[in-house]
């Protein structure tokens, strides 16, 4: 068995800090060795640092772990770095990792939009991580940052890129999100007297997210792999509509489409072409991939989160209630986890597809 890469972890005592830590105790291929977050944090034990909010217990291995300040010194043995950072302070702190020579993979919104920056939902479209080989071969071997989309966005575009792939082209969508408190963070969070016996339906910045994240992860790579070609506003119109309600975690999603070909497809061919879907990641045996990328429910009252949020560990998507829209061609809903394939699950198995394809 090759020796497993060095992985650390930025903003590891958040939410997704957590949940990487979690996600990467006893990971075949990753060793988990360098923890970062804040001067509040730094110099002490993560077992003290941390105000841990996970159902599951803290793993043994980082207990003892002396919390680093988010420098690239610290992190130099690093072969894989993970970024749960507040997107106050990643921009800078990530810059200065690449620069060092550091392989980012990064939750932070902060690079999602670069030209030269993948933005990846592992399931959907791992191809786009070809840019970093285009990286290699023109000799920028050092460092490399890809972003990880929204939470809300990876949920909406899972179910899209088996369709597309299909039926052709979809030219509307909307999405109506019911999203947990976990997405809001740890550091403050959502205050109780908001959440309790009530849904706020404003999420600040997260409609235009996965209104533009969507054309860029549904976008094409470009010939010579050294850019993304998004889909314009005259190929697909996308619109969001974002809602916190009382859930722990798992986002919910109530979206609606409309294939550009025509006669669109039935609606058992739609569900026919979810359940098939088979993504690359599996195909390339990463550890984590789900084995069933998208779950197709067929109950009427499914999904929901408590119940379904961890299907294929959180990697897997669940998808029900498919059926047709008398305004656009389709409506279903969607549920994803959002701290495992919306966040640091994604990360992971990004850095497990990275590895497959040598390029870390
Ligand atoms: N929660 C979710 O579902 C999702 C979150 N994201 C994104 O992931 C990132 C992390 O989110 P989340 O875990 O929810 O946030 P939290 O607020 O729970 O955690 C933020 C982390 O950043 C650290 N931090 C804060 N200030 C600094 C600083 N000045 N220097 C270094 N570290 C600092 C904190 O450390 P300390 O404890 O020491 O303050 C903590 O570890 C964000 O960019 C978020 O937008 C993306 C997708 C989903
Ligand atoms: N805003 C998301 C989580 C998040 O932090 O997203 P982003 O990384 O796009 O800012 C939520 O509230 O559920």
Redesign the pocket.
Known sequence: MCARKIAGV?????????RFILLLADHPDFELKVL???????GKKYID??VWKQTDLLPEFAENIV?SE?KSDAFKECDIVF????????GP?EKEFVEAGLAVVS???NYRRAQEVPLVVPIVNPEHLDMIEARKADGKKSGFIVC?S??STAGLVAPLKPLVEKFGPIDALTTTTLQ?I??????P?IPGIDVLDNIVPYIGGEEDKIEWETTKILGHLSSDKKEIRALSSEEIKVSAQCNRVAVSDGHTECISLRFKNRPAPSVEQVKDCLKTYVCDAYKLGCHSAPKQTIHVLEQNDRPQPRLDRNRDAGFGVSVGRVREDPVLDFKMVVLSH??VI??AGAGILIAEILLAKKLI
């Open positions: 930025l903003g590891a005592t958040g939410a997704v800090g957590q970062g977050a804040s001067s509040r944090s730094a640092a941390v919390v988010c970024s749960g950072l507040d997107a106050d302070y990643a702190i939750n932070a919104k990880i929204n939470c947990a976990s997405g809001a963070g740890f550091s969070g959002n701290t919306g966040a």
